[in-house]
């Protein structure tokens, strides 16, 4: 059980021109909330909007969830990551993500396999240039440095900045048990997606035992205050149908797996073929309504106030507020999680 649980938003992804929540977090932050976080996929990346608001505030946080390890060498990741952490003046949580094998080979261009192996190394490279102990090398099949050929002339370098801080925060964003327990042995927090408060011991609690007193465990939770809760929920199971349909292969969906973990394995997988077909709208009403709710912030702000009790019994340090822009509702949601 959380003793005192934050509170945070989610802002996702830069989807529209422009999608500028900046109105959204200058609030979030007036009303003391914790972090902001954005997100990339396949369109908008997640350092430039997180930039953007990091020039128009001064004391919220500053977080990414994810950035997709593909995208990026780790040297570029650490470069991104320290520059925007100076700049605003050691504000920058850095999410990282391994993502999966549609976006990365077919988006990146780059093999999948061996996503724990790779997270390892991406996690020691970002860590030698932050900390500036010497120049970076890497012996790793995945990311070795120096390069061992193309003209032969690579050399250890070691940044030519010094970070404002040479430790800054990591989490990962993980769904398997096993990178959860990369996460809670290997980084500083952990970013769950799609996870029901009630289910986090029973599912993960092996994963996570070793997690050290002050890992984070920041939880997005889609949360939508109005007093039609059969609208609430339609809303609510679109990006689960997504992600279930269309974030992942066939064969190997790691949003769908979590989601038969959940206990929802044979619903999943309706919700997959409906998608996959082309009949989203059927894909959508095929999400179950429990499991939209139980991930869930829906319905009447005396029914959230009721249903926060969960996620306050729950290991979840952060709740990530998702979907939410108006400062008055912000303000609510606030006043529940303190009162």
Same mark, same amino acid.
């Given at each position: 059980?959380?003793?005192?649980? &934050?509170?945070?938003?989610?802002?996702?992804?830069?989807?529209?021109?422009?999608?500028?929540?900046?109105?959204?977090?200058?609030?979030?932050?007036?009303?003391?909330?914790?972090?902001?976080?954005?997100?990339?996929?396949?369109?908008?990346?997640?350092?430039? !909007?997180?930039?953007?608001?990091?020039?128009?505030?001064?004391?919220?946080?500053?977080?990414?969830?994810?950035?997709?390890?593909? =995208?990026?060498? @780790?040297?570029?990741?650490?470069?991104?990551?320290?520059?925007?952490?100076?700049?605003?003046?050691?504000?920058? #949580?850095?999410?990282?993500?391994?993502?999966?094998?549609?976006?990365? *080979?077919?988006?990146?261009?780059?093999?999948? @396999?061996? !996503?724990?192996?790779?997270?390892?190394?991406?996690?020691? #490279?970002?860590?030698?240039?932050?900390?500036?102990?010497?120049?970076?090398?890497?012996?790793?099949?995945?990311?070795?440095? $120096?390069? @061992?050929?193309?003209?032969?002339?690579?050399?250890? %370098? &070691?940044?030519?900045?010094? $970070?404002?801080?040479?430790?800054?925060?990591?989490?990962?964003?993980?769904?398997?048990?096993?990178? #959860?327990?990369?996460?809670?042995?290997?980084?500083?927090?952990?970013?769950? %997606?799609?996870?029901?408060?009630?289910?986090?011991?029973?599912?993960?609690?092996?994963?996570?035992?070793?997690? $050290?007193?002050?890992?984070?465990?920041?939880?997005?939770?889609?949360? #939508?205050?109005?007093?039609?809760?059969?609208? =609430?929920?339609?809303?609510?199971?679109?990006?689960?149908?997504?992600?279930?349909?269309?974030?992942?292969?066939?064969?190997?969906?790691?949003?769908?797996?979590?989601?038969?973990?959940?206990?929802?394995?044979?619903?999943?997988?309706?919700?997959? *073929? %409906?998608?996959? *077909?082309?009949?989203?709208?059927?894909?959508?009403?095929?999400?179950?309504?429990?499991?939209?709710?139980?991930?869930?912030?829906?319905?009447?702000?005396?029914?959230?106030?009721?249903?926060?009790?969960?996620?306050? *019994?729950?290991?979840?340090?952060?709740?990530?507020?998702?979907?939410?822009?108006?400062?008055?509702?912000?303000?609510?949601?606030?006043?529940?999680?303190?009162?």
């Amino acid at each position: 059980m959380t003793a005192e649980l &934050k509170l945070g938003i989610n802002v996702g992804y830069w989807q529209r021109d422009p999608d500028d929540q900046t109105e959204t977090v200058l609030a979030a932050e007036r009303l003391g909330y914790d972090v902001v976080f954005t997100a990339e996929a396949y369109g908008s990346d997640a350092f430039t !909007p997180l930039t953007w608001y990091a020039a128009r505030t001064s004391r919220i946080k500053l977080g990414t969830a994810v950035v997709q390890m593909s =995208a990026r060498t @780790p040297a570029a990741t650490a470069m991104h990551a320290l520059t925007l952490d100076a700049l605003s003046g050691g504000r920058v #949580i850095l999410g990282l993500g391994a993502s999966g094998p549609q976006v990365v *080979e077919g988006w990146y261009g780059v093999p999948f @396999p061996k !996503p724990l192996a790779r997270t390892r190394e991406y996690l020691d #490279i970002v860590r030698q240039v932050w900390r500036r102990e010497g120049p970076v090398t890497s012996e790793g099949p995945h990311y070795p440095l $120096p390069y @061992p050929g193309g003209a032969g002339l690579g050399k250890p %370098l &070691k940044s030519i900045v010094h $970070p404002v801080r040479p430790e800054i925060p990591v989490y990962l964003g993980a769904e398997g048990p096993k990178n #959860i327990a990369l996460a809670a042995s290997h980084t500083q927090g952990w970013l769950p %997606l799609f996870v029901d408060p009630a289910q986090i011991d029973t599912l993960f609690g092996e994963s996570l035992a070793g997690r $050290p007193d002050d890992f984070e465990i920041a939880a997005t939770v889609t949360t #939508i205050v109005t007093d039609d809760l059969d609208s =609430a929920l339609e809303f609510a199971k679109i990006p689960l149908a997504f992600y279930i349909g269309g974030m992942g292969a066939r064969d190997h969906n790691f949003h769908l797996d979590m989601i038969g973990r959940l206990g929802y394995a044979e619903q999943a997988k309706r919700v997959q *073929e %409906l998608f996959l *077909e082309g009949r989203r709208d059927e894909a959508i009403k095929a999400v179950p309504a429990e499991l939209a709710d139980s991930i869930s912030l829906l319905g009447p702000i005396g029914r959230i106030k009721e249903r926060l009790r969960l996620w306050r *019994e729950s290991p979840v340090t952060t709740l990530l507020i998702a979907g939410v822009r108006d400062e008055a509702t912000l303000r609510e949601l606030r006043d529940l999680v303190r009162d």
